[in-house]
């Protein structure tokens, strides 16, 4: 039988598959677009079965966050290539995915993927994607934050890192809050305040502080004194209010913020592309 652009038009509508899937599907159909759609359906999962095994590290992340600065969602949706996260159809159905997490206050993979869509389970969307694309289509990562202080994220040109910070308090200035962002994506901060860092952390950087002076010919019981102030430098180094300021060395990042009346950092959620959380 003959099948029409506009119905092939409409089948593509419906799935988001492409034209000569929707074609096919459709022919094999008969025109019956329920039967098509099922076929569009059993295609996308053989090939996610296909791909299952496959490293997606490609992809976006996203952030949303309310008016008011109160709540905020992040995530991150993979694919293979880059070609395909630059893709419109792609970055559009991402930020699709965002809003239902945000909407929905969903704060893991799991739960986001039964949230509905346009009619369909993200699940299903992913499942389709991935048949229609060729490539493993999947969501790794959801954040959902809320807060009586105030959010502020800051996405990397690229959108392959994001960052949510909480702050103590209401944020006048969004311009210093979001310089914090950006320090903690440049900078890699483990924890916002030294006290927050693993004790096991504290106890393997001492241990190997002492053990490079003693190295070096130092006594055991100077060795012990000195390794406090390596200690000191690893704080200043890896923890955020005690690292210095990216954009004036002069200043800690806790100076940067009581000099400019802005409540400090509370927490911070770093999502860079295809790491682990």
Same mark, same amino acid.
């Given at each position: 039988?003959?099948?029409?652009?506009?119905?092939?038009?409409?089948?593509?509508?419906?799935?988001?598959?492409?034209?000569?899937?929707?074609? @096919?599907?459709?022919?094999?159909?008969?025109?019956?677009?329920?039967?098509?759609?099922?076929?569009?359906?059993?295609?996308?999962?053989?090939?996610?079965?296909?791909?299952?095994?496959?490293?997606?590290?490609?992809?976006?992340?996203?952030?949303? *966050?309310?008016?008011?600065? @109160?709540?905020?969602?992040? &995530?991150?949706?993979?694919?293979?290539?880059?070609?395909?996260?630059?893709?419109?159809?792609?970055?559009?159905?991402?930020?699709?995915?965002?809003?239902?997490? $945000?909407?929905?206050? *969903?704060?893991? /993979? =799991?739960?986001?993927?039964?949230?509905?869509?346009?009619?369909?389970? &993200?699940?299903?969307?992913?499942?389709?994607?991935?048949?229609?694309?060729?490539?493993? *289509?999947?969501?790794?990562?959801?954040?959902?934050?809320?807060?009586?202080?105030?959010?502020?994220?800051?996405?990397?040109?690229?959108?392959?890192?994001?960052? &949510?910070?909480?702050?103590?308090?209401?944020?006048?200035?969004?311009?210093?809050?979001?310089?914090?962002?950006?320090?903690?994506?440049?900078?890699?901060?483990?924890?916002?305040?030294?006290?927050?860092?693993?004790?096991?952390? /504290?106890?393997?950087?001492?241990? *190997?502080?002492? =053990?490079?002076?003693?190295?070096?010919?130092?006594?055991?019981?100077?060795?012990? @004194?000195?390794?406090?102030?390596?200690?000191?430098?690893? $704080? =200043?180094?890896?923890?955020?209010?005690?690292?210095?300021?990216?954009?004036?060395?002069?200043?800690?990042?806790?100076?940067?913020?009581?000099?400019?009346?802005?409540?400090?950092?509370?927490?911070? $959620?770093?999502?860079?592309?295809?790491?682990?959380?």
């Amino acid at each position: 039988m003959s099948i029409s652009a506009a119905d092939v038009k409409k089948l593509r509508d419906m799935t988001g598959a492409g034209m000569m899937d929707s074609k @096919k599907a459709l022919t094999e159909a008969e025109g019956d677009f329920e039967k098509a759609v099922e076929i569009l359906r059993k295609k996308g999962q053989k090939v996610a079965d296909k791909r299952a095994d496959r490293e997606a590290k490609e992809g976006l992340i996203l952030t949303r *966050i309310s008016d008011d600065a @109160k709540k905020a969602s992040a &995530i991150e949706i993979n694919c293979e290539t880059d070609f395909v996260a630059r893709n419109e159809d792609f970055q559009a159905k991402a930020e699709a995915f965002l809003n239902a997490a $945000y909407d929905n206050n *969903i704060d893991n /993979v =799991e739960a986001l993927h039964g949230v509905e869509v346009d009619g369909e389970s &993200i699940a299903d969307h992913l499942q389709n994607m991935t048949g229609t694309i060729g490539e493993k *289509i999947q969501i790794s990562k959801v954040v959902l934050v809320n807060t009586d202080g105030a959010l502020i994220d800051y996405i990397h040109p690229g959108n392959q890192l994001g960052v &949510i910070v909480e702050f103590a308090g209401d944020v006048d200035n969004t311009e210093v809050a979001k310089d914090v962002a950006m320090q903690v994506a440049a900078m890699r901060p483990i924890a916002v305040t030294q006290e927050e860092v693993d004790a096991s952390v /504290v106890e393997k950087e001492l241990e *190997i502080a002492k =053990e490079q002076l003693i190295n070096e010919g130092k006594p055991a019981e100077i060795a012990e @004194k000195a390794a406090q102030g390596k200690l000191r430098r690893f $704080y =200043e180094e890896r923890v955020l209010l005690n690292q210095k300021f990216v954009k004036d060395n002069g200043v800690n990042v806790k100076q940067y913020l009581e000099q400019n009346n802005t409540p400090l950092a509370k927490a911070f $959620y770093r999502i860079q592309l295809g790491e682990d959380a």
